[in-house]
């Protein structure tokens, strides 16, 4: 009692306290019926019995979230603000570096924004008060990472290129429609679905990926304001984290019937999720001017450990595999960048970044980190060809435009299991129509739900039905509400131009 | 799989042939060249001779990569099947369908 | 040379995203403009919800009522996540110093028995409305079609629950923190004849299918619910020796005025739309022909539960004067709820 | 690999003044625990289970400290959260209710 004074000795427990203020709010309906008040949960398959097993480790209780989000965001803004005013942006590594925080607020920003309104979805429509609780403080997170992210880039924004549309090119642009599909995929489905595809397969497997080592990154790169956006956001991700890893555990206590259904979508979300994290590759291994940590390495220490090893075998406890394809995961993780950044070298033309050959110390660190695979397979073939046209007052670009992937949406680039030199094609006929994937994952998808998959909005499709703002590349990018200098190569771009100016040395003979 | 739905769920294809007219879309893959990332897109008519298909279309795009010589002997595939293609035979007649990849090597 | 840097004026080459300029001039934007305007996707859905074909991911269909521009409304406190998290933190924070006082001065105690019935048979049990208040505002907060009212939708969602949790703060301090008050609040709610009128109210409004349609029944329920029992109540408490009724409910009282800000600029936008706005007035007239009636008498049964504990509230009168604010305030839009319809209904 | 005693739990924290008695606490009450450091962030792993206890962090910050504190320090963790109380939190594998 005398060592702790200041605590009231009345007090419930936090656990006491948590369940009295958030889970018993719940009341079974007399004059409508449970079915008509939650139309959503059965549809799918799942069965809940006991909707008050769900567990939230956190506790938190309204009161707790407001006082420390609001103590969060004070700090955050400070930061932002003080960036602001001192010119901070000139302290960046190089103005190359915004390339990925371009990528991130068109590709990223939107998808916090839809997670947002749709874990109002699950926090009205779950039958139980404490997944609708979790629920409802996600959602509330979630818009925060969308404004806390524009926020954060809108002082850059002001000075670069690249960023000032980013919302109506999330919608148009064609490497935009990758987060796009996969969040229209997750948001078509079913609560339960949702809840795994993005609660457990993204939070909980995936968002180390793109976010910590990321993150680490911009603060490497003089990007203060987004490392404390980035970290401040994170401390959300781990309450999501563990929502997420309580939702699997929950639907697979609840009933056996479950567990095949849970395993496909896992299965099927963490493929998805990972052609997204794909573009998250890139960006660590080409787009920091300083890099700090590999899309390898990070894989490893990220998934395989702490995912695979870690927790895997606590799931094999409910009869949970590894999801299917993981395999190939690992085996592309000496190349998954490596061709994406590649993908973008080809197309940054008709994109609002811009790419260039790396720089001689950059490629040295991709051949220290990718020993097996960068000389060989990237740097021979396809670096030093395009430097040799550069040489020659050159630069290669894609004149035209590629196959996608119908599931994933990204150009079908990545390699066949086992052969860097050949890319993977697969295809699958449905109703008479031929449709082409970039993976046996993307094709188990695809054929596992065709109905769903032919309504993709696949960006060269629709510029060749005409629904793009016309039939020629100027068109299009107009359509896409490009401005000059958002896209192309880095030497002589408008922020290469600018920067130098700013920093009193001389630009890059342009291109 | 039986899709699980509430109500009917049927929609169609957003990318079908007959979006495109007398056209369709045809997937051109130099496989052996890893300058290009992927196969590259094109819409043409069904009916245009494979000639016209070449000059118009593969070629100007090909040429994206400067060594790209227009009278080497390139070995052709068409979905992944060997393929002989007829200067004067249209696209469709050669069998190439909509979203089908023609590919080229050697 | 980082010093030469920091001197120099590097003018911006944008003032703020296309979007914003493009709505309101070559302007600096608000935070709140570059957090909020735009950000819900309007084209290219890739898929047809699996579990609502007949609709778009997000389609204005989910409600009767529409925006011709989903932006012509924007919140008038303009509240974006930050400056939101932040007033709401000094609302519980001020809340808490006021339970804090009741409970050191033993206040709660020393409540009239009147009142201390009146606050756990009849308004601790309000927690379950509030809860139900979370749900109809979360599927408000999915379901509109734009930034600015989904936003507004899903702080009050949060905000809801935040209310209940006030009420049940006060439950386990009235148990003396134990949760004996707040199980005797839901066994109210569940069986109380006073509280089954509200109960119904609340379950009907939450499966009526149009988040719009949900969302002015809830704030019907509100207006009269807000006006008794947190400002005529708090008032009669004040002269009745409840003054710890009163110091309580001004907080609740507080968080209705600043609802009624976003609902009412809400209603403001839905009448005024050039195009859709005699629409939306003909449906805000149906809605509350059909759902003010039901409102009153499920509030005015609660009231006459009050009535009989404390013989000089007026609670029940109150209803009345507040149905009739209700009514003025709808007409002052236009919209007029005609005394045949509200009695057919009821 | 399959023993959730051995296994590898981890947090990680932002590296500031903030946390630093956050980050001394663990290391006091885990013996096995390894600390990386990566711009900005610390790794703080230790095979089976890892506590973080209030007292501990109380001790070191010279000020009351509540456990949803905890909250503003953590970036990402591998784990269960099996415990989180008033006086601690622990995280674990193997979790089975």
Redesign the interface.
């Known amino acids: 009692m005398t060592a702790t004074p200041t605590r009231p000795a009345r007090k419930l427990s936090m656990k006491a306290r948590y369940s009295a203020l958030t889970r018993d709010l719940d009341w079974e309906p007399s004059y409508v019926s449970s079915a008509e008040m939650f139309p959503y949960t059965s549809f799918e398959g799942i069965k809940i019995h006991d909707w008050s097993k769900w567990e939230d480790p956190f506790r938190l209780t309204v009161d707790a979230y407001y006082k420390y989000q609001a103590e969060k965001d004070k700090r955050l803004y400070a930061v932002l603000d003080g960036f602001a005013q001192s010119q901070g942006h000139l302290s960046l590594s190089q103005a190359s570096y915004l390339n990925a925080m371009k990528i991130f607020l068109g590709g990223v920003t939107p998808l916090e924004y839809q997670a947002h309104r749709n874990f109002a979805f699950l926090s009205r429509h779950f039958n139980g008060p404490g997944p609708r609780f979790a629920a409802l403080c996600q959602s509330q997170d979630e818009i925060r990472h969308a404004q806390t992210e524009i926020h954060t880039l809108s002082n850059y924004n002001k000075y670069y290129s690249g960023m000032h549309s980013f919302l109506k090119q999330h919608d148009r642009v064609w490497y935009m429609s990758v987060p796009k599909s996969y969040f229209d995929d997750a948001l078509s489905a079913g609560p339960f679905e949702f809840l795994i595809a993005i609660g457990f397969s993204f939070e909980y497997l995936l968002t180390n990926l793109l976010f910590v080592p990321f993150m680490s990154g911009a603060s490497f790169n003089g990007d203060l304001p987004t490392m404390t956006f980035g970290f401040s956001a994170q401390s959300d991700e781990s309450r999501h984290m563990t929502l997420g890893l309580e939702a699997i555990k929950f639907l697979l206590e609840q009933d056996e019937d479950n567990v095949p259904i849970v395993q496909e979508w896992v299965d099927k979300w963490f493929w998805r999720g990972y052609r997204v994290a794909a573009i998250v590759a890139q960006m660590l291994d080409y787009m920091l001017p300083k890099p700090v940590m590999s899309w390898k390495e990070a894989f490893e220490l990220y998934f395989e450990k702490q995912m695979l090893e870690g927790l895997f075998p606590d799931l094999e406890y409910y009869g949970i595999k590894p999801p299917r394809h993981v395999q190939q995961a690992i085996d592309e993780k000496e190349a998954l960048s490596h061709f994406v950044y590649w993908v973008f070298y080809n197309f940054s033309f008709a994109a609002n970044f811009t790419t260039s050959i790396p720089s001689t110390e950059h490629q040295a660190w991709l051949a220290e980190n990718y020993p097996d695979t960068f000389v060989e397979y990237f740097q021979k073939p396809r670096w030093d060809k395009a430097q040799r046209i550069v040489d020659n007052g050159g630069r290669f670009f894609f004149m035209g435009l590629p196959q996608l992937c119908q599931v994933c949406q990204i150009p079908m680039t990545f390699p066949e299991p086992g052969d860097l030199n050949t890319i993977c094609q697969r295809t699958s006929d449905y109703n008479g129509e031929h449709f082409n994937l970039c993976s046996d994952g993307c094709k188990w998808i695809f054929d596992r739900e065709p109905e769903k998959y032919v309504q993709a909005w696949l960006p060269v499709h629709q510029i060749y039905q005409g629904n793009c703002g016309g039939p020629t590349v100027p068109d299009v990018l107009a359509w896409y509400g490009m401005q000059e200098g958002d896209g192309g190569e880095i030497a002589g771009s408008r922020d290469e131009v600018n920067w130098a100016a700013w920093h009193g040395t001389p630009a890059a003979k342009e291109a | 799989m039986a899709l699980k739905t509430i109500g009917t769920y049927e929609f169609p294809s957003r990318s079908r042939q007959e979006l495109y007219g007398e056209d369709m879309l045809v997937h051109v893959w130099w496989k052996d060249n890893p300058m290009f990332c992927a196969a590259a897109t094109f819409r043409a008519p069904q009916a245009m001779s494979w000639a016209d298909f070449r000059a118009a279309i593969v070629d100007p795009w090909a040429s994206s990569d400067p060594d790209y010589d227009a009278s080497h002997d390139f070995s052709w595939g068409l979905d992944g099947q060997p393929f002989t293609p007829e200067p004067g035979t249209s696209l469709a007649d050669l069998g190439i369908g909509h979203k089908h990849t023609v590919s080229f090597w050697g | 040379m980082q010093y030469e840097l920091r001197t120099q004026v590097i003018e911006p080459i944008r003032k703020t995203f296309t979007h914003l300029v493009e709505r309101y001039g070559d302007r600096p934007a608000s935070r709140y403009e570059e957090g909020t305007i735009g950000l819900q996707a309007t084209e290219h859905f890739h898929y047809r919800p699996l579990w609502a074909p007949d609709k778009e991911l997000y389609d204005p269909a989910y409600s009767r009522f529409v925006l011709t521009d989903p932006y012509s409304f924007t919140d008038p406190r303009q509240l974006y996540y930050a400056p939101y998290v932040t007033a709401r933190s000094q609302l519980h924070e001020s809340f808490g110093k006021t339970l804090d006082y009741l409970e050191s001065h033993n206040l709660l105690a020393r409540l009239p028995e009147a009142w201390r019935q009146l606050l756990t048979g009849l308004v601790l049990p309000l927690r379950h409305y509030e809860s139900g208040g979370q749900m109809i505002s979360s599927n408000a907060c999915r379901f509109a079609y734009g930034t600015t009212i989904a936003q507004c939708a899903g702080y009050a969602a949060f905000d809801r629950v935040g209310n209940a949790q006030i009420l049940s703060r006060i439950g386990l301090a009235l148990g003396g923190g134990t949760t004996d008050a707040l199980a005797e609040a839901k066994a109210a709610w569940m069986d109380a004849p006073a509280l089954q009128g509200l109960r119904r109210y609340v379950e009907q409004a939450m499966v009526a299918g149009d988040w719009g349609v949900e969302m002015v029944a809830l704030d019907l329920a509100d207006s009269l619910l807000y006006a008794v029992l947190y400002r005529h109540l708090d008032e009669v408490a004040l002269l009745g020796g409840a003054g710890s009724y009163s110091l309580l409910a001004q907080h609740l009282a507080g968080w209705f005025a600043d609802q009624r800000r976003w609902v009412d600029a809400l209603y403001k936008a839905w009448t005024a739309d050039p195009q859709t706005g005699a629409a939306n007035a003909e449906h805000l007239a149906a809605v509350a022909a059909e759902w003010l009636p039901k409102a009153q008498a499920a509030v005015t049964q609660l009231t006459a539960a009050i009535d009989e504990l404390v013989p000089d509230a007026g609670a029940v009168g109150a209803v009345a004067a507040a149905a009739d604010s209700v009514t003025a305030s709808l007409a002052a839009l236009g919209v007029t709820v005609s005394a045949q319809s509200k009695e057919e209904s009821a | 690999?399959?023993d959730?005693a051995t296994?590898?739990?981890?947090v990680?924290l932002?590296e500031n003044e903030e946390n630093r008695a956050v980050i001394e606490a663990i290391e006091a009450d885990n013996p096995d625990v390894s600390v990386r450091h990566?711009?900005?962030?610390v790794k703080i792993e230790a095979p089976g289970r890892l506590v973080i206890k209030r007292e501990s962090v109380e001790e070191r910050l010279g000020r009351?400290w509540e456990?949803?504190?905890f909250?503003?320090?953590?970036?990402?963790?591998?784990?269960?959260?099996?415990?989180?109380?008033?006086d601690e939190i622990v995280l674990a594998?193997?979790?089975?209710?």
């Open positions: 690999m399959n959730p296994r590898m739990v981890s990680d932002q990566m711009p900005g962030v009351d456990t949803h504190e909250q503003m320090a953590i970036i990402t963790l591998a784990g269960n959260i099996t415990e989180w109380d008033d594998w193997n979790a089975r209710r």
